[in-house]
């Protein structure tokens, strides 16, 4: 089976930034690991992947507001923010709900609640892996998660998991 993550990073990511490429795969390679032992997501793996994905020793929650888009879109900081991201992620391993919407929520999370600093587009499709890949389940394509929505728009946060589950709809073999 493809592994989307990986065909993505040595694809278009490498011939832009070999060295991204490298320290993406390393921290997929830690995503992966997390997945097989079925480790819980919490903020604290994301973290260990994030260090690896920005070449730096810490990646703590962000301290202050965070924005992105040269400034145009404000992610604000709450006494509650960092506690409210952990209960996201913590409901991408509820099994009453689908695999394909828990893993874009999960996704979506990390891009609505801009935890890093620094690298939340990165690390949000290393969110999405690990959630498939906890019930043994590798996304065959995978890439930035963007999309032109606002977080208030029901309709629009439907849209990754629908692509999610499009992802992860089995393929007929292919005729060589």
Request: charged share 25%; proline share 10%.
């Amino acid at each position: 089976m493809r592994d989307g993550f990986e065909a993505w990073c040595e694809g278009p990511v490498r011939s832009r930034d070999p060295g991204r490429a490298t320290r993406l795969l390393a921290a997929h390679a830690l995503a992966r690991a997390d997945a097989a032992r079925r480790a819980p997501l919490g903020f604290a793996r994301p973290a260990v992947r994030q260090r690896e994905v920005l070449g730096t020793a810490r990646a703590p929650f962000r301290t202050g507001d965070a924005y992105a888009k040269g400034g145009r879109e404000r992610y604000g900081l709450t006494p509650r923010t960092r506690a409210d991201f952990a209960a996201c992620l913590g409901e991408a391993a509820e099994p009453g709900l689908a695999l394909a919407a828990r893993a874009a929520r999960a996704c979506l999370d990390v891009a609505f609640f801009h935890p890093f600093h620094d690298g939340d587009a990165r690390a949000a499709p290393l969110v999405l892996v690990h959630v498939p890949a906890r019930e043994g389940v590798v996304l065959p394509e995978v890439g930035p998660p963007t999309t032109a929505r606002y977080a208030d728009d029901p309709a629009g946060a439907a849209d990754p998991a629908a692509l999610v589950g499009v992802l992860n709809r089995p393929r007929p073999p292919s005729r060589a």
